[in-house]
T-cell receptor, first 112, second 115 residues
């Protein structure tokens, strides 16, 4: 069975600092995608970044980057220069075929 | 380019009433997903459609829940009769299957409260 685990229910970071959110997953597939979604209080689900499993290079989107360790089945999200607007729930997700599997989320607080 | 559109945004109704949630996917997308989000259980996939056909409804909690997709631009999720434990945020998402591993695009959700 596919599972996605986010072991940090809550995290906090000082504004302008860097924070890393953890995600591990379990799959027997060799070909898949990984995603991080952000859900602010407005409850909209916003795609932050995605990583293709067959690419070794870590994806980067402005202040957001991932550390993808395929052998360890780990996919962490690093947010640099944290801003107040980054405060949200963050979900890790794995996609195989047309099936999506979501983690339980990490609530990120940004301290001014 | 309009995103996924869900209605209503909020719904408050009494136990036993029928509830219908609506979703319009992004034009051109051929896969549609219904999710339920609660504090206790997180984000759960209820059902997904591909080309208007239900592919996997194993997440539908029980017979009180039903979903339809009569055409490529509209889907409904119906709960009849509703119960307080159905209170949650219900999301609809769409994607374009066929293009490799496309992300899902979510609507703003419907917050459902059953009294």
């Amino acid at each position: 069975a596919q599972t996605v685990t986010q072991s940090q229910p809550e995290m906090s970071v000082q504004e302008a600092e860097t924070v890393t959110l953890s995600c591990t997953y379990d799959t027997s597939e060799s070909d898949y995608y990984l995603f991080w979604y952000k859900q602010p209080p407005s409850r909209q689900m916003i795609l932050v970044i995605r990583q293709e499993a067959y690419k070794q290079q870590n994806a980067t989107e402005n202040r957001f980057s991932v550390n993808f360790q395929k052998a360890a089945k780990s996919f962490s999200l690093k947010i640099s220069d944290s801003q107040l607007g980054d405060a949200a729930m963050y979900f890790c997700a794995q996609n195989t075929g047309n099936q999506f599997y979501f983690g339980t989320g990490t609530s990120l607080t940004v301290i001014p | 380019d309009a995103g996924v559109i869900q209605s209503p945004r909020h719904e408050v109704t009494e136990m036993g009433q029928e509830v219908t949630l609506r979703c319009k996917p992004i034009s051109g997308h051929n896969s549609l997903f219904w999710y339920r989000q609660t504090m206790m259980r997180g984000l759960e996939l209820l059902i997904y459609f591909n080309n208007n056909v239900p592919i996997d409804d194993s997440g539908m909690p029980e017979d009180r829940f039903s979903a339809k997709m009569p055409n490529a631009s509209f889907s409904t999720l119906k709960i009849q009769p509703s119960e307080p434990r159905d209170s949650a945020v219900y999301f609809c998402a769409s994607s374009l299957e066929g293009r490799r591993f496309q992300p899902q695009h979510f609507g703003d959700g419907t917050r459902l409260s059953i009294l």
